[in-house]
């Protein structure tokens, strides 16, 4: 069902709230389906707090394939991976031996030779063979990062809700390793609902309700972060409390605003 929040009464004075609820009544009026999706991806947000290792695996692995590609592409990409039966026993497998699937980094950058690849599915024609070896680099290092975590505690990332999304693009960049950027952090944080991925939709509609804007076309660092905190903050204001679904939906939401053309 869509709320709506006609005369902004929910707003109880804050110019802030009242403008956004007027985003996402005029996003309902104009796209129905972006209130659904959202919801959807709400609902589908882990409970960090009690989420298993394999659970995690399935939204850690494929945010390497999206990082500078186009969303189809990547889609693309990962559909292969899932119907070839790659990604089944990656978090178990990947980085753990050379005769089962290694990738060894033996340059700088990301240029395919600087890496070395060892195993039985590395075959020139195979799919793996295809894929940029600095993405499956990136994949291999988080799979070696969340076994190490399960490790010390059996719900691998419990901790992370307890830290602010700056402490957490820190700590999982530095275990993550090469190639898992900022942007590329923020969207696995954002897809557990505890940070929000500031793509070009989301960034435009937040600039619209006067928050923080970015200088080039991808926001540094520190843009980033305080688009994540302008975003936090506006959802204490309208919520009255953090919830991870909760964010995950604004998140959402915000870019759709953009991308229907609402701002």
């Not at 600087?114 to 195993?119: A, L, N, Q, R, T």
């Not at 275990?175 to 989301?202: M, N, Q, R, S, Y």
Request: charged share 25%; net charge positive.
């Amino acid at each position: 069902m869509i709320t709506q929040h006609s005369n902004y009464k929910d707003a109880n004075g804050d110019a802030l709230v009242a403008h956004y609820y007027q985003l996402i009544d005029e996003l309902a009026k104009k796209s129905p389906r972006s209130i659904v999706e959202a919801d959807q991806l709400a609902g589908e947000v882990l409970h960090i707090e009690e989420a298993q290792a394999i659970e995690l695996w399935q939204v850690i692995w494929n945010k390497p394939i999206f990082a500078n590609s186009t969303v189809k592409g990547a889609e693309g990409t990962i559909a292969k991976l899932k119907g070839a039966g790659f990604m089944d026993d990656a978090l178990l497998e990947w980085g753990t031996s050379r005769k089962v699937f290694l990738i060894d980094k033996v340059g700088n950058g990301s240029a395919r030779a600087s890496f070395v690849c060892h195993g039985k599915w590395f075959d020139k024609q195979s799919l793996l063979g295809q894929i940029p070896r600095h993405r499956l680099y990136a994949i291999q290092n988080a799979a070696i990062a969340l076994r190490r975590r399960t490790e010390v505690r059996a719900y691998p990332f419990s901790d992370l809700s307890a830290n602010t999304t700056a402490q957490n693009v820190v700590l999982l960049r530095s275990e993550f390793g090469a190639f898992w950027g900022d942007i590329t952090v923020l969207h696995l944080l954002t897809d557990l609902g505890l940070a929000i991925k500031p793509d070009l939709h989301l960034v435009k509609t937040v600039a619209a309700l006067r928050g923080p804007t970015c200088k080039g076309k991808v926001p540094n660092t520190s843009e980033s972060l305080a688009i994540n905190n302008f975003v936090h903050d506006l959802l204490m204001r309208v919520e009255g409390k953090f919830a991870p679904g909760k964010l995950r939906r604004m998140d959402k939401l915000l870019m759709e605003a953009s991308r229907q053309k609402v701002v």
